[in-house]
Structure formats: C-alpha cells, structure tokens
C-alpha cells in the first residue's frame, strides 16, 4: 500500500513557475514508479510526466516538455514536478501517482497506476 499527498499548487501569473511535491509512505519508495497527471475542468484525465523508481528514465507529455521537470529523493520518499513558463492551459488539479513497478520503462496512462493522492489544485492566469 502507497499513501501520497500532493502539496505546492497555488495560484500564478503565465510566465511563472510553481513546484509541486508529493510525499508518499511505505518503506520500498525505490521500488515504486511515480507519475503526474492533470485534469482540468470538464476533461479527461492527461498523464503529465513520469519517472522511474531509480530515477534513471522520465518521459514528459509533448505539452509540458521543456517546461516541466519531475525528479524524486528516494531518501525522503519524495517526487517533485518543477513547472516553469506556465501557460493558462496547464491550470488543473495536479495528481501524483504510484505503481510498483522494477522496470526502466516509462508508465503513460491513468489506468497504468495503482495509488492517488488527492491532488492539488494550480491556477495560472492570463
């Protein structure tokens, strides 16, 4: 069992940038992939970015590359999402997500992953 909790989103203005982290328990945080997903109002939910359990492969929606970066610190069992040059079209409630998962690959889709958190809510404004 993984229990997440997302914190950091806010409110800004497009141009800016906004960190987001997500704290996760269990005590096998290496052995687990971790994802970002969005879902803004009236849509579906979209994978974001992704990252491994060691951290050695990440994979970004076409949307969100070279503007957004995920990372982790598997000695704090913590993932992070840097968002710069926000655009109005990345506001959405933030989730982050959790597999068990031993590979390098990188895990794209909402069905692929087992645990929530309850997300976190980003606004930019125009």
């Known amino acids: 069992q993984v229990h997440l909790v997302e914190s950091g989103g806010g409110f800004v203005q497009a141009g800016g940038s906004l960190s987001l982290s997500c704290a996760a328990s269990g005590r096998t945080f290496s052995s687990v992939a971790m994802g970002w997903f969005r879902q803004a109002p009236g849509k579906e939910r979209e994978f974001v970015a992704t990252?491994?359990?060691?951290?050695?492969?990440?994979c970004y929606a076409d949307s969100v590359k070279g503007r957004f970066t995920i990372s982790r610190n598997n000695a704090n069992n913590t993932m992070y999402l840097r968002m710069n040059s926000l655009k109005p079209e990345d506001t959405a409630d933030y989730y982050c997500?959790?597999?068990?998962?031993?590979?390098?690959?990188?895990?794209?889709?909402?069905?692929?992953?087992?645990?929530w958190g309850q997300g976190t809510q980003v606004t930019v404004s125009s």
């Open positions: 990252i491994t359990g060691s951290g050695g492969n990440t």
């Open positions: 997500a959790a597999k068990y998962s031993s590979g390098n690959y990188c895990h794209l889709r909402v069905n692929d992953y087992s645990y």
